[in-house]
Structure formats: C-alpha cells, structure tokens
C-alpha cells in the first residue's frame, strides 16, 4: 500500500521557519522524483519543489528560491523541504509529490504565515 504522509505544518509568523517532511512507504522510493506542491484557497495548485530521484538536482519554483530548500533521504525514504523568511503569501496546503512512470501523493499539510 503506497503512502505519502506529510507533516510539520502549522502556524507561523512572517518571517519564521518551518520544516516540512514527508513520510513514503509502499515503493521503491529511490527510484522516484519527488516533488512539493501548493494550494491556496481559490487558486490552483503549483509547484513549489523538486528533487531528483538520487538527490542529484533540484529546482524551485522563483518565488521560493532562495528561501525555501528541497532534500531527502533515501536511507529514511523521506523527503524535506526546508522553508526560511516565511511571507503570508506562502499559506497554502503543502503536499507532496512522487513521480515516475505513475504518480502518488500525500494528503497536505496546512501551512499558515501570519502574524
């Protein structure tokens, strides 16, 4: 059985941090990209993240760079993303993604900046 189980979300101020994992079982998770994701209310989901399937290239969305930071461990079969210098604008439910020849994803997390 594939699952993907975010957490680390919660309420934070502007200009704090939180960090946000994501739990996979039930594959070959090595094998596969992995990706974060956003929405907010109202608007469609984004790409926030991505992480090659060995680790070895990553790529952010602009209005993450560099705030925001993608990792993982294979060894844990997790995968990160670090995030610095929240702004309001980054409330959104983060999911996480894995890609390969199919995809799977977790059910969110909610991460809300405010002060």
């Known amino acids: 059985q594939v699952q993907l189980v975010e957490s680390g979300g919660g309420l934070v101020q502007p200009g704090g941090s939180l960090r946000l994992s994501c739990a996979a079982s039930?594959?070959?998770?090595?094998?596969?990209?992995m990706r974060w994701y956003r929405q907010a209310p109202g608007k469609e989901r984004e790409l926030v993240a991505g992480?090659?399937?060995?680790?070895?290239?990553?790529s952010y969305a602009d209005s993450v760079k560099g705030r925001f930071t993608i990792s993982r461990d294979n060894a844990q079969n997790t995968v990160y993303l670090q995030m610095n210098s929240l702004k309001p604008e980054d409330t959104a439910v983060y999911y996480c993604n894995a890609v390969r020849q199919v995809n799977y994803w977790g059910q969110g997390t909610q991460v809300t900046v405010s002060s």
């Open positions: 992480i090659a399937n060995f680790g070895g290239s990553t």
């Open positions: 039930g594959f070959t998770f090595s094998m596969y990209a």
